[in-house]
């Protein structure tokens, strides 16, 4: 079928030489059937006060509470008066019937909205994701309000996916 392709192409003496370069069709993906990401997705919630809402706009860096901050600060000491709000990624692995929460982490950022300026560390946020991913269920550190409200979110979000997820994950918010 590539070949077809190639000789119908406007130049011959290109499709020649596409023609000997292009002898084995490879997969465009190689994934591993014992691979612990596959089939995984992430989400994500805004925990701020004592609430826990659904943003996907956290995933990209472009929730409401990001738009127009200029990351500048390097700790929360350069912005006393910020407000502090912590980020759960959830990952959710399965569809269906069949699906589970396999992690929970949580990572934090600053923000202060009148001064336009923020502080977040994203080497760790990316590394609370990849630990979602995994399956680690880092919860530990939340205060017991907001990890209340996070368990009530997942559990209304999708009870049978509740139910499926593992015990120690459900023990986590309890």
Do not use: C
């Not at 700790?75 to 396999?102: Q, S």
């Not at 990572?107 to 995994?134: C, H, I, T, Y």
Request: glycine letters at 6%; hydrophobic letters at 45%; aromatic letters at 6%.
């Amino acid at each position: 079928m590539a070949s077809e392709a190639i000789d119908n192409m406007a130049n011959p003496k290109f499709n020649r030489e596409i023609k000997e370069r292009v002898s084995v069709s490879l997969p465009l993906a190689f994934r591993r059937v014992e691979d612990p990401l596959l089939g995984a997705s992430l989400f994500s919630a805004l925990l701020v006060d004592d609430r826990a809402d659904i943003d996907e706009g956290l995933l990209h860096g472009r929730s409401d509470v990001e738009k127009g901050i200029r990351w500048k600060a390097s700790g929360p000491a350069e912005i006393p008066e910020a407000t502090h709000y912590r980020v759960a990624w959830i990952a959710l692995k399965g569809a269906g019937a069949d699906a589970l929460y396999h992690g929970v982490t949580i990572s934090e950022f600053f923000v202060d909205r009148p001064k336009r300026l923020g502080a977040k560390d994203l080497p760790a946020q990316v590394n609370a994701m990849s630990r979602a991913l995994a399956g680690k269920v880092e919860v530990d550190a939340l205060p017991d309000a907001l990890r209340q409200a996070l368990g009530s979110l997942l559990r209304e979000r999708g009870p049978l996916t509740w139910a499926n997820s593992r015990p120690e994950l459900r023990a986590a918010f309890e």
